[in-house]
């Protein structure tokens, strides 16, 4: 049985990859800041393991990798993620704003990427997926604004794309995803696609991954996006 770990699994598609990995007879374990609550998380039917972790916060990435320490983590997700102020014209940016989501979106996933190398390494499969963004293409920038999310986005495919190839020689294939605008939390409720319609489709893209692929920046239907 493969076993996938999920950061930020209490909501939107985290919890949406949580249940459908589950359901298909995967071991789950399921990362969120305060397990007490995910009542939702902790009701997924199946093999789900709930833990807690903050993935901004160092020492609690640490504790849960020494817990897990001798676990083999077939499928990391790196799904954690925040969006921060919407709509901040320059003149008005809120750095401090910006510094936190740049430590949200683009450290944190990388901080508990190589928190949990190891347990990687252990696994059949060896892939590391992390949520991206097409608005952190720079190719796809055609109308500029929402600096704050795009550049946290952007750094985020910078780090884990060089990351793949001093990983490649390990056997480790990282994969960064575009999930589609989304109708969760961050999303809203005008978004056009639902959420379990989106990690459908990653979990498609993601189980057809080939042998030594890495690197390689895809949107949730299969489609390869520009750097």
């Not at 990983?167 to 696609?193: C, E, F, K, N, Q």
Request: aromatic share 8%; with cysteine.
């Amino acid at each position: 049985m493969p076993t996938v770990f999920i950061t930020g699994a209490n909501r939107g598609l985290g919890f949406e990859f949580a249940k459908q990995y589950a359901a298909d007879g995967w071991r789950v374990i399921a990362a969120c800041r305060d397990p007490a609550k995910a009542e939702a998380l902790s009701a997924v039917e199946g093999d789900v393991q709930v833990e807690t972790m903050d993935v901004d916060d160092d020492a609690s990435v640490a504790s849960l990798s020494d817990k897990l320490k001798d676990e083999a983590i077939d499928l990391l997700i790196n799904n954690a993620g925040i969006y921060g102020p919407k709509h901040l014209s320059a003149e008005d940016m809120d750095y401090e704003a910006w510094g936190r989501v740049l430590r949200t979106n683009t450290m944190s996933p990388f901080r508990v990427t190589m928190a949990f190398l190891q347990q990687v390494r252990n696994s059949d499969q060896k892939i590391i997926a992390t949520l991206s963004s097409k608005m952190g293409s720079l190719n796809e920038n055609q109308d500029g604004g929402e600096y704050i999310y795009r550049s946290s986005k952007a750094a985020l495919n910078a780090a884990l794309k060089g990351l793949s190839y001093d990983l490649a020689d390990a056997g480790i294939r990282i994969m960064l995803m575009h999930p589609g605008w989304a109708s969760t939390d961050m999303g809203g409720p005008s978004a056009p696609l639902l959420p379990a319609d989106g990690v459908a489709g990653l979990r498609k893209v993601l189980a057809g991954i080939k042998d030594g692929e890495t690197g390689v920046f895809y949107d949730y239907n299969g489609g390869e996006l520009a750097w």
